[in-house]
């Protein structure tokens, strides 16, 4: 289904401006990497824009094949700021003149952005469980459920897919640069941590409850990791989750030290690219260490990790020996707790991190 007066396969001839909008979470970008790669490489004279949710933009802006990082932000203030601020974006999208916007998700969001840019292309996947006028926002929509397979870049790359743009490289891959690097350094050893290259960066926090395991079994994790090898945890998150992890800092006796809250996206990623190893629940934290070359070890439970977990060797998960898992629910019934993570041993974790470890050989 889609526009008559374009065909699909003539939509990216002689485009010269295009949008890509993402208005998903932290890992919904990293994940859309590989497709904004694969688009630039199909239009190389063309400019490649993004449009993303407030705060995840410092994420890509050393990303060379990006020309312009556009976001959505909740302005501070009453209702009169925020719809002035959102007033100034469309103002400055449409000044782009762009000629294709791509929307990669369902979200009502996304479809009026992309409307309001006034782009004469606007393509996105068919949903059938939306509201109406959703779908009748775009020029073109593609219905394209295709094979399963592993990895969350494959939901962005059959949209473009449809507009012949491919690419066998799916893996997200973040750029690092000698700043970031410098940068991290700094922070690091603000914190006290003197050997930049001999840390484990954990994150034990997601935004939902039941992604999360028991904070005394990662205290058990970071003592343990201190006493048997040397190394220091370096705890990452958000501001938010700052007092919750110093909470956890308190009971360890271990070399730990926090610094959720204190760094902006790409300096995490600076400091992720340092760490020997990251460990974490299911968030945004592993996919930027995966995408930065660090190998990750990630626990799940209820969420999917055949679709959302880090690819290659180097990466690792920790499941429940439960049959449920994965269930696909926000907990057990929905209630915001998962027995399938209450009942993952911290010896369980420790066999996996171990085997890392012992492997890696790490100086």
Known sequence: ???????????????????????????????????LRA?????????????????????????????????????????????????RLIKDLRREHFELVVDMRADDRGAIMSYMTGAPIRVSQFYAHVPFWRNKLFTHLFNSPGKKVRGASEQSLRIVRELGVDTVDITPRLCVSETRILRAREILFSQGISDTSRFISLNPFSRWAYKEWDYEKWVEII??????????????????????????????????????????????????????LHIGVDSAAPHIAAAVGTPTITIYGPSDWYDWAPMGDIHKVVLSELACVPCHKKGCDDRGWSRCLEELTVDQVKKVVQEFLERKRLP
């Open 39 to 87: 688009v630039k490489e199909r239009c190389p004279d063309a400019r490649l824009s993004v449009l993303l949710r407030g705060g995840s933009g410092d994420l890509l802006k050393e990303e060379p094949f990006i020309y312009k990082i556009f976001e959505v932000k909740h302005y501070g203030g009453n209702i009169f700021f925020d719809v002035l601020g959102q007033v």
């Open 223 to 276: 003592n343990w990791l201190w006493n048997n090898y040397n190394l220091a945890t370096v705890i990452v998150g958000t501001d938010e989750e700052r007092t919750r992890a110093d909470a956890l800092l308190r009971k360890c006796t271990g070399s730990v030290f926090n610094l959720a809250g204190k760094t902006m996206l790409g300096e995490l990623a600076g400091i992720l690219h340092l760490s020997s």
């Open 1 to 35: 289904m889609g526009s008559v007066h374009t065909p699909k396969n003539e939509i990216l001839n002689d485009v010269k401006n295009i949008l890509i909008i993402q208005l998903g979470d932290i890992g919904d970008v990293v994940w859309t990497i590989p497709t």
